[in-house]
């Protein structure tokens, strides 16, 4: 058995130590961004946990993720063991990727580019580093595809292998519903199936009717609630009205947030290859229809996609994993050698940037510029776009541990968004009124308050500062209208880490 697959599980152990440093060290260095704190279930008074997942705006998966690293910890403030989960099914997509490309381009040196390209994208490496939904979407949707391509041209266990690619597409759906980005390549193969003359049509009927009552017995169960609630809830329908619908998000746009996660080089390359591969059509048009497909979506009926635009990324890497194959396939001996070393190449090129971007925090990118190849990153100025997975840290838990060690009964405000600052601390934001701390942070996560300004923030109100490689971060200076004795009282607190 290991003989015969030595080569495979070689590559899949490079691949897995590869991946590796991109997505577990300094794993535990950034605070929790706004929907991180999101993905865990919080119950309100008198909320049960049907009532909590049921008025979510995605599906439970993940929810159930962050509950394992809770239920052993008892911390929703533990970064390291929350993110945990989400960054070793990041890394297993990986393998999954490579493992269906294998089986589609039948060229390991293709799958292994394509993995490459995959496992050091900027936006795969920054859904790694956080908490969230996207990581379980890449995996489930890989994952079925992977026994779903057994559909076009396998003769054994298609129904078994079928059912287990309908249950992980389902459970992909209940990650979020970004899985219907995945719904082209599924139907093709289904299709395949349906047309090939060597499998008699009774099979197909069995097959068909068995996927449908599986996905219908995984998905309705939460589905049709979920659709009742949120279709009679104003508040869900105003949401996903503002979200979905006919609009014109600009390329202006879509690049710069591709930029923002792979600047340099990383776009021409990415498109450059994509335009070669249109040489080769006749064996990727279905990976060019699903790009097509994707990007309108995206490109036309999502408002604000954000990050969402990975999902037209995914079927890039099809293409170039499938313009290599075919290189491969007509190249000589000289051609495979030079592909071989430019593979590694390439990853030691975008390892290094990924690396320096999202692990690297000597300066935080990308609200600190930084120079890479002798090259300085853009100014961050579209400052609406969220930035997952990028370092930030402002110690926020040593502020929270400081202020319940001097008053807990003050509130505070701060020109961090109270989406992070209520992550981490355990008195009421926003009344000014009595007693009140002023958090004043620099390059907030929330970056938009950058700059924003509080009367009382004197140096004799200073009480507490965070300090990073001589630079000070955080100040905390305290304010007591009602007794306004002298401020010079809190100088000898003056804190400094």
């Known amino acids: 058995m290991f003989n015969k697959h030595k080569t495979d599980i070689l590559i899949i152990i490079l691949l897995t130590a590869l991946s590796a440093p991109l997505r577990f060290i300094n794993l535990g260095y950034s605070e929790f961004q706004d929907d991180e704190k999101k993905a865990y279930i919080r119950l309100a008074k008198d909320q049960t946990v049907t009532d909590f997942l049921l008025q979510q705006r995605k599906g439970p998966m993940q929810f159930l993720a962050t509950y394992i690293p809770y239920s052993i910890t008892g911390d929703y403030r533990n970064e390291l063991a929350g993110r945990l989960p989400f960054t070793l099914i990041n890394t297993a997509s990986v393998i999954v990727l490579y493992l269906l490309l294998k089986k589609l381009t039948k060229s390991r040196m293709a799958s292994v580019f394509g993995a490459v390209l995959y496992m050091t994208n900027g936006f795969i490496v920054g859904f790694s580093r956080i908490a969230q939904y996207q990581n379980l979407n890449l995996f489930f949707s890989l994952f079925s595809l992977l026994f779903y391509a057994d559909l076009m041209d396998g ?29 082209v390549p599924v139907v093709y193969f289904f299709i395949i199936f349906l047309l090939r003359k060597d499998i008699p049509r009774i099979y197909k009927s069995r097959l068909t009717m068995y996927n449908f009552i599986l996905g219908s017995l995984v998905l309705l169960p939460f589905m049709i609630p979920y659709v009742n609630y949120h279709t009679s809830n104003k508040q869900s329908t105003d949401y996903f009205g503002r979200r979905i619908g006919l609009s014109a998000y600009s390329f202006i746009k879509h690049r710069f947030i591709f930029e923002l996660y792979n600047p340099f080089v990383t776009l021409p390359f990415y498109l450059s290859l994509c335009a070669l591969s249109v040489l080769f059509v006749k064996k990727n048009l279905i990976y060019f229809v699903w790009f097509f497909i994707n990007f309108i979506l995206i490109r036309y009926f999502m408002a604000k996609p954000g990050t969402h635009i990975y999902n037209y990324v995914i079927p890039m890497i099809f293409l170039i994993s499938f313009l290599t194959a075919s290189v491969l396939e007509n190249g000589s001996k000289i051609i495979r050698t030079v592909l071989g070393f430019g593979v590694f190449f390439i990853y030691a090129v975008f390892a290094y940037q990924s690396y320096m971007i999202f692990v690297d925090h000597k300066a935080e990118y990308p609200w600190d510029e930084k120079t890479i190849f002798n090259y300085t990153t853009i100014p961050y100025v579209e400052k609406e776009v969220l930035t997952f997975g990028f370092p930030h840290n402002r110690n926020w838990k040593g502020v929270n541990e400081f202020i319940l060690n001097h008053n807990d009964k003050c509130s505070y405000i701060t020109n961090e968004g109270k989406e992070v600052s209520q992550i981490y601390t355990d008195i009421k934001f926003g009344n000014t009124t009595k007693c009140h701390y002023i958090i004043s942070v620099k390059r907030p996560f929330i970056s938009t308050r950058d700059g924003i300004i509080y009367p009382g923030t004197g140096k004799n109100n200073l009480i507490y500062q965070y300090e990073k490689d001589d630079e000070v971060l955080t100040k905390v200076y305290f304010k007591n209208p009602v007794s306004s004795d002298s401020p010079a009282l809190f100088e000898d607190m003056l804190l400094t880490n």
């Open 155 to 183: 003769k054994k266990h298609l129904i078994r292998k079928s059912l287990l690619g309908t249950l992980f597409f389902c459970l992909s759906l209940l990650s979020h519903w970004d899985a219907i980005f995945y719904l």
